[in-house]
């Protein structure tokens, strides 16, 4: 079945770095949209980026604009999500997920994604 484990979560101090990763089993990796979510206490999932199954289109959100990096590596089945600059605002539940079907839409939106992994917690303190 379908799982998606989330980890490199921590506690960083503002504008510091981070690096999420994703570890993805039981579908073909390179065939499926992915995208990284995150959602803060209180407020709504929002889309923070997403990556085709060939790594070869990506989109962000407006907070991760010039801030993050999302990627992908398919030999090791593996999504990643660079944060650099990172603001107290960044800090919330990250969540990986994948879309439905191969040819699914690749988006940033949470209503796009069927399979989610459990999170991973990123704080940013000031």
């Known amino acids: 079945q379908v799982q998606l484990v989330e980890s490199g979560g921590g506690s960083v101090e503002s504008g510091g770095s981070l690096r999420l990763s994703c570890a993805a089993s039981?579908?073909?990796?390179?065939?499926?949209?992915m995208g990284w979510f995150r959602q803060a206490p209180g407020k709504e999932r929002e889309g923070v980026a997403s990556?085709?199954?060939?790594?070869?289109?990506?989109i962000y959100g407006d907070s991760a604009k010039g801030r993050f990096t999302i990627s992908r590596d398919s030999a090791r089945n593996t999504l990643y999500l660079q944060m650099n600059s990172l603001k107290p605002e960044d800090a919330a539940k990250y969540y990986c997920?994948?879309?439905?079907?191969?040819?699914?839409?690749?988006?940033?939106?949470?209503?796009?994604?069927?399979?989610w992994g459990q999170g991973t917690q990123v704080t940013v303190s000031s």
């Open positions: 997920a994948r879309v439905r079907f191969s040819w699914g839409r690749c988006s940033t939106s949470s209503g796009d994604y069927f399979y």
């Open positions: 039981g579908f073909l990796f390179s065939s499926y949209c």
């Open positions: 990556i085709t199954g060939a790594g070869t289109s990506t």
